[in-house]
């Protein structure tokens, strides 16, 4: 039977454009064990089954399936969570939010809301750096809000709670002093759409109109009215979207309005301030 290394070196995955990394993810996940094991191991030889498990999963990515719906789990931030194709594989910009979230509050008592949380992702990042943040994530369709919870459920996290919710429209009432989210922001003509994981994560999760901007200007046209005095409203959105978005929080009369680069450098998050 042929070896780890063996097996590896022969894995085609001729368009990923993390092959070998894939390949490791993805035999580490068929032998349940972490990817160190794989280089510590290489010389240890599979079994029959392992070895068909694991040309199954390469049929699975060869076909352009996300590794980690493959998984279906990814990390985010400091946490393991689980992922499905009803919401967005939870992405590495994103941890810039949760970043300038945990910046903009005291560690004290307050009150924080994630719109469009997805897998939850945001929502228990938060959680669980901020033990005294009560988080509310919501999300729209309920396959998400049950996948948020299966999450919130498995890390034990007891300082958030997620709902259905278009938006803001089945919410109780309440002063949030942190807004966050991370709504779909791509225009519905990009190309970029056709390419790669996004071919299999949920339109609605992405696409938001012909500028890319029709949820952002939803929410930030009713988040001033769930904001608490001196409250945050926190967006992430395109590379190229930072102006418009800016605009948008100071014509709702946000202030202190400004934006952040990610790693890579694009400006990635806008925020205001409600007075
Ligand atoms: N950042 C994601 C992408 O470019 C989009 C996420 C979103 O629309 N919220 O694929």
Same mark, same amino acid.
């Given at each position: 039977m042929p070896s780890i290394e063996s097996l590896l070196a022969s %894995? #085609?995955?001729? &368009?990923?454009?993390s092959a070998r990394l894939d390949a490791e993810w993805l035999l580490a996940a068929v032998l349940g064990k972490p990817a160190s094991y794989l280089r510590t191991w290489s010389e240890r030889e599979l079994a029959p089954e392992q070895v068909a498990a694991f040309d199954d999963c390469l049929k699975r990515r060869r076909a352009g399936e996300p590794v980690a719906y493959i998984l279906g789990r990814q990390g985010f931030w400091s946490l393991e969570l689980e992922v499905a194709p009803d919401t967005l594989i939870p992405r590495p910009d994103t941890e810039l939010l949760v970043e300038t979230a945990l910046a903009l509050?005291? #560690? %004290?008592a307050a009150n924080v809301l994630d719109l469009g949380t997805g897998s939850g992702a945001i929502a228990l990042a938060l959680a669980s750096e901020r033990p005294a943040w009560r988080v509310l994530g919501v999300d729209r369709i309920d396959a998400a809000v049950e996948l948020a919870e299966r999450n919130r459920c498995r890390l034990a996290l007891r300082n958030c709670r997620f709902q259905r919710s278009d938006w803001f429209a089945a919410l109780a009432p309440a002063e949030f002093d942190l807004i966050v989210s991370n709504p779909p922001y791509i225009?519905? &003509? &990009?190309?970029?759409? *056709? #390419? *790669?994981d996004v071919r299999f994560e949920p339109a609605s999760a992405l696409v938001s109109g012909a500028d890319g901007l029709d949820d952002i200007r939803r929410i930030v046209a009713t988040a001033p009215n769930w904001l608490a005095p001196g409250g945050w409203l926190l967006l992430e959105h395109g590379f190229d979207q930072a102006d418009a978005v800016r605009a948008l929080l100071e014509a709702a009369g946000l202030e202190a309005v400004e934006s952040r680069r990610d790693l890579g450098g694009q400006w990635r998050v806008s925020l205001g301030c409600k007075a």
């Amino acid at each position: 039977m042929p070896s780890i290394e063996s097996l590896l070196a022969s %894995a #085609e995955l001729p &368009d990923s454009p993390s092959a070998r990394l894939d390949a490791e993810w993805l035999l580490a996940a068929v032998l349940g064990k972490p990817a160190s094991y794989l280089r510590t191991w290489s010389e240890r030889e599979l079994a029959p089954e392992q070895v068909a498990a694991f040309d199954d999963c390469l049929k699975r990515r060869r076909a352009g399936e996300p590794v980690a719906y493959i998984l279906g789990r990814q990390g985010f931030w400091s946490l393991e969570l689980e992922v499905a194709p009803d919401t967005l594989i939870p992405r590495p910009d994103t941890e810039l939010l949760v970043e300038t979230a945990l910046a903009l509050l005291p #560690e %004290a008592a307050a009150n924080v809301l994630d719109l469009g949380t997805g897998s939850g992702a945001i929502a228990l990042a938060l959680a669980s750096e901020r033990p005294a943040w009560r988080v509310l994530g919501v999300d729209r369709i309920d396959a998400a809000v049950e996948l948020a919870e299966r999450n919130r459920c498995r890390l034990a996290l007891r300082n958030c709670r997620f709902q259905r919710s278009d938006w803001f429209a089945a919410l109780a009432p309440a002063e949030f002093d942190l807004i966050v989210s991370n709504p779909p922001y791509i225009r519905a &003509d &990009d190309r970029h759409l *056709g #390419e *790669g994981d996004v071919r299999f994560e949920p339109a609605s999760a992405l696409v938001s109109g012909a500028d890319g901007l029709d949820d952002i200007r939803r929410i930030v046209a009713t988040a001033p009215n769930w904001l608490a005095p001196g409250g945050w409203l926190l967006l992430e959105h395109g590379f190229d979207q930072a102006d418009a978005v800016r605009a948008l929080l100071e014509a709702a009369g946000l202030e202190a309005v400004e934006s952040r680069r990610d790693l890579g450098g694009q400006w990635r998050v806008s925020l205001g301030c409600k007075a």
